[in-house]
Every structure is written in structure tokens, then in C-alpha cells.
């Protein structure tokens, strides 16, 4: 059964620094990953996708993530912090045979100070 | 114009009445999908409709009945409703399984039973 965790339900940092959200998987097939950002009163947009394509994938809003087979992680990163990217960040693997179930991590809120 | 939308935004209402939320989408995809997203913002897959057949029935009470009655259209009736059904519902569509493009979501339907 596949299944997510990230690690740090809260991530603080300052405008400008590095961004470094964490999540692990766990899949006995090959993995479908996403990770989806959520702003207050919104639903879920999606931010990246890995599908064994290249292991690292470049979203949108300057995010990117690094799969990495040997440690079942997907982090997402950004190099520089805006205050814009203050939200819920939500890590997925798509489930089942040829999808139809998407698990999700339980978030990361994510705070931006000036 | 809207790519998946779900209406009402808002709903409140009283235990043990019945009420429905409606879901439609515009993307000419052929799998639709009901999560739910409790008060600590954990996503709960409920239901995954593919061509309007039922692929994806989670362990669910039997008082929600999802009916997709073409491909655009995915609503969700709830009968009998109770203060543990409060939570906000999400609409999501994906061609396929997902897996490639991952899903759309709506805005939510935010659900306050009283």
C-alpha cells in the first residue's frame, strides 16, 4: 500500500531563504508524486509532478523537487522565499492500479516572515 | 470560466437533515472524485467515479451517495446529517487515473452542521 509523510506539520522562514519542505513515501510500485499547494479558502492546486520522467522536477512559483529512490523521498524546494508562498503544501502519491486513488500527507503549513 | 466547480460554497445546516452538493467540470475529463478535509486539514479520498461508473468507494457511511449522472457531473447526497459530517468537501477531476497530470480541484464546499 503506498502512503506519504511529511515531516513538520509547521515551517517558519524568512523572506528570502531557502525553502525546504519534507516528505517521505512508501510504495511497492513505482511512484506517481505530487506535491499541491492549498491557500486559506481554496482548493488544492498542483505544484509539481513526478512520474519517472526526470528525478528532478520543476513546478511552478519557483518550486522544485528531487526524487530520490534510494531515501523514498520527494522534498520540495524553493530558493527564495516571498511572502506570496505562505500556504499549505501538500505532498501525494497516486494509489492503485493506473491511479483513480490519490493519498495525501497530512501538510505542511508554511509561514513566510518579512 | 470556472474548470471545476462545486456549489454551495457554503452550507449550514441541521443534524438530521439531508442535503446534497453538486460538482461540475469543464475540462472534458472522465474521472471525478469527492474528498473530504477534516478541521486539521487532512484530505480523505471518500469516492472515484471513471466514466461515470463508481471506481473508488472508501469506507464511507452508507448515508453518502455520490451520483455522477455523465461524465461533467459528480454530486454528493448526504442523508441524516450528523456534527462529525462538518468539514469542508472537495470536487476533483483528472483524466484517467491521474497519475500523469494529477487531479483539478474545486473551490470546496464548506459543511457546518449545527
Known amino acids: 500500500a503506498q502512503s506519504v509523510t511529511q515531516l513538520g506539520s509547521h515551517v517558519s522562514v524568512s523572506e528570502g531563504a531557502l525553502v525546504l519542505l519534507r516528505c517521505n513515501y512508501s510504495s511497492s510500485v513505482p511512484p506517481y508524486l505530487f506535491w499541491y499547494v492549498q491557500y486559506p479558502n481554496q482548493g488544492l492546486q498542483l505544484l509539481l509532478k513526478?512520474?519517472?520522467?526526470?528525478?528532478l522536477v520543476k513546478g511552478i512559483n519557483g518550486f522544485e523537487a528531487e526524487f530520490k529512490k534510494s531515501e523514498t523521498s520527494f522534498h520540495l524546494t524553493k530558493p527564495s522565499a516571498h511572502m506570496s508562498d505562505a500556504a499549505e503544501y501538500f505532498c501525494a502519491v497516486s494509489a492503485g492500479a493506473g491511479g483513480f486513488k490519490t493519498i495525501f500527507g497530512a501538510g505542511t503549513r508554511l509561514f513566510v516572515k518579512a | 470560466d470556472t474548470a471545476v466547480s462545486q456549489t454551495p460554497k457554503y452550507l449550514v445546516t441541521q443534524m438530521g437533515n439531508d442535503k446534497s452538493i453538486k460538482c461540475e467540470q469543464n475540462l472534458g475529463h472522465d474521472t471525478m472524485y469527492w474528498y473530504k478535509q477534516d478541521s486539521k486539514k487532512f484530505l480523505k479520498i471518500m469516492f472515484s467515479y471513471n466514466n461515470k461508473e463508481l471506481i473508488i468507494n472508501e469506507t464511507v457511511p452508507n448515508r453518502f451517495s455520490p451520483k455522477s449522472p455523465d461524465k461533467a457531473h459528480l454530486n454528493l447526497h448526504i442523508n441524516s446529517l450528523e456534527l462529525g459530517d462538518s468539514a469542508v468537501y472537495f470536487c476533483a477531476s483528472s483524466q484517467e487515473g491521474g497519475q500523469s497530470h494529477g487531479y483539478t480541484f474545486g473551490s470546496g464546499t464548506r459543511l457546518t452542521v449545527v
Open positions: 513526478y512520474t519517472s520522467a526526470a528525478t
